[in-house]
């Protein structure tokens, strides 16, 4: 019974995010750079419970304008629209600014909020799961680590396992006629199998349905040789929007995510997991040292939180950046966040 009602509760809150919901409005304090990160962030981890309706700001050019699509105030409220505003927020979220922390207390004092959250400057602690500990008047922040139990990793395992197993029996059918799909449209092997990086100098086989061409690699090397904007374009985000590479047939099974079905054994056998970071191909990270020992803690996912936030805008660090964020964040709430967007995202055909 108690298990009925976790996996309730868990669908419930998903259900409420995917039609917008779930969560507290809140007030924004500040259109600095802080303060539009904390929007930007917000919106891209809906889990988080926080919708942001509103910015205050002291700077008199900005009322009345919007920012990130938000309307700017006062800090004392004019319209009688901004005034409801303010009243159905209960939250306020305040950028502390580096240079004024003497203002605390004043701005804290002066928000009319039930609920206040301060959001320093220094934001290296990538946690949710962090609790405020006094240490005989020196604050502290208490960071955990969910994956660093016993209990988790177990539990995560074991559903990638049954559902995994469960998919690739209930699949069997649309793989067989995506394979009859991939042989009529153009030569070459059935699979794709590329190395991925599984922590350390270890790799797998991450197996995908071919979307390319059997010569792809080449063409690559050409276009990126001959054309200065998409050589650009690939630096940035590790991938073409308009991939030349790619087979008819492959564009629709990319619409679809339909070409990395084959990971479903990787899961299986335990190279990968149903939800995780992303898997990259062993020298991407060279470059991310700190970010490497981060990603080692979990397996690859098929599917995981930048591929459902706009992965077609995501750039190569913002991916590493959310990756790293999944990992040090990781609940079963985020796991089924996750799992219901790629669910919605599949639906709209809004794949890769």
């Known amino acids: ?160 396992i049954v559902t995994s197993a469960l998919l690739l029996v209930l699949v069997t059918p ?37 979307t390319m061409h059997a010569d792809a690699e080449l063409r690559l090397k050409e276009l990126l040789a001959t054309d200065p904007v998409l050589r650009r374009e690939y630096e940035m985000y590790h991938k073409l929007t308009h991939d030349p590479r790619v087979t008819r047939f492959g564009r629709i099974l990319r619409r679809l995510s339909f070409d990395e079905l084959p990971q479903l054994w990787n899961v299986l056998i335990g190279d990968m997991s149903l939800i995780g970071p992303r898997p990259y191909m062993p020298h991407e990270l060279i470059k991310y040292p700190h970010q490497q020992e981060v990603l080692a803690r979990v397996r690859p996912g098929i599917t995981g939180l930048w591929q459902v936030s706009g992965r077609h805008r995501t750039t190569f660090e913002r991916r590493i950046e959310l990756d790293v964020y999944y990992v040090e964040n990781y609940s079963i709430w985020l796991d089924l966040h996750v799992l219901m967007r790629t669910v919605w995202i599949v639906v709209k055909a809004d794949g890769a």
């Open 1 to 160: 019974m108690a298990v009925l009602i976790w996996i309730s509760d868990a669908l419930g809150r998903a259900i409420l995010m995917r039609l917008r919901l779930w969560g507290r409005p809140c007030v924004i304090v500040g259109t600095g750079k802080a303060g539009i990160d904390i929007v930007r962030r917000l919106g891209q981890n809906e889990h988080l419970g926080y919708n942001p309706v509103l910015f205050i700001d002291e700077n008199p050019n900005l009322w009345g304008t919007t920012v990130e699509g938000l309307p700017v105030v006062a800090p004392t409220v004019g319209t009688s629209t901004d005034e409801r505003l303010v009243r159905y927020a209960s939250v306020g979220i305040l950028a502390v600014p580096r240079d004024q922390p003497e203002r605390l207390n004043e701005m804290i004092g002066n928000l009319p909020f039930s609920t206040i959250l301060v959001v320093p400057e220094w934001t290296g602690v990538q946690t949710v799961n962090t609790r405020i500990r006094d240490l005989s008047g020196m604050f502290s922040l208490e960071v955990r680590r969910p994956l660093g139990a016993s209990v988790t990793p177990l539990v995560k395992r074991l559903f990638d």
């Open 174 to 210: 649309l793989l067989l006629l995506i394979a009859i799909g991939i042989k009529l449209d153009s030569k070459g092997p059935l699979l794709f199998r590329q190395a991925r990086w599984a922590g350390g100098s270890r790799s797998f086989p991450a197996l995908k349905f071919r």
